[in-house]
């Protein structure tokens, strides 16, 4: 791939970011007379139809966030001259780690499914 296709995939992916952001933020401020959210709000809101449609968008918005954060520190990496085809996101994480990125496995793994107990 040339550094001009890596540079152009980076930023349609940082662009998706954006907009995932974006409307994350929107929806958070929506809820945000209910923080800190109980699970009984939780609850009442998925009764309700709106409320589902909410929490719904979140969970999509969250997941495709996540999914193009991996993106965005592939092709990064790759345009770095790293070489990462192939590499778990695990080992891409902790690659980008040693580069001075302020994540780890561990507060990836949070992200991906939630603080571990």
């Known amino acids: 791939m040339t550094k001009e296709a890596l540079l152009l995939r980076h930023r349609a992916y940082w662009q998706e970011a954006e907009r995932h952001l974006t409307i994350l933020k929107s929806d958070f401020g929506t809820l945000r007379d209910l923080f800190p959210l109980s699970g009984r709000e939780v609850e009442r809101l998925s009764l309700e139809k709106e409320g589902l449609y909410l929490l719904d968008q979140i969970a999509y918005r969250y997941l495709k966030l996540q999914d193009v954060l991996g993106r965005l520190l592939f092709y990064y990496m790759l345009g770095k001259g790293e070489a990462v085809e192939g590499m778990t996101m695990v080992d891409l994480v902790n690659l980008a780690h040693k580069k001075g ?17």
């Open 101 to 117: 990125f302020p994540i780890n496995e561990d507060l990836w793994m949070e992200f991906y499914s939630g603080p571990q107990k």
